[in-house]
């Protein structure tokens, strides 16, 4: 079973550092305001970690897919 991210967007300050660690997993949606998933895969496990540890708004997390 993999584990792939998610973001919870209500709670998402919208400030870009997720994008800035993993851009091939996060990208910030300009027009919703938040940032989102488009590609789980896209990094390594270590690297979604960091970016996870890094959000100020602690609403990245790890669900079992
Ligand atoms: S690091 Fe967290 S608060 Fe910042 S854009 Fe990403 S999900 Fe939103």
Excluded: R
């Excluded at 919208?14 to 895969?41: H, R």
């Excluded at 270590?46 to 079992?64: L, N, R, S």
């Amino acid at each position: 079973m993999a584990k792939i991210p998610y973001i919870e967007s209500e709670e998402c300050l919208a400030c870009g550092s997720c994008a800035d660690v993993c851009p091939d997993v996060f990208q910030m949606n300009e027009t919703l305001g938040f940032a989102e998933v488009i590609n789980p895969q896209g990094a390594s496990e270590d690297e979604i970690q960091e970016a996870i540890d890094m959000c100020p708004a602690q609403c990245i997390h790890w669900k079992e897919e």
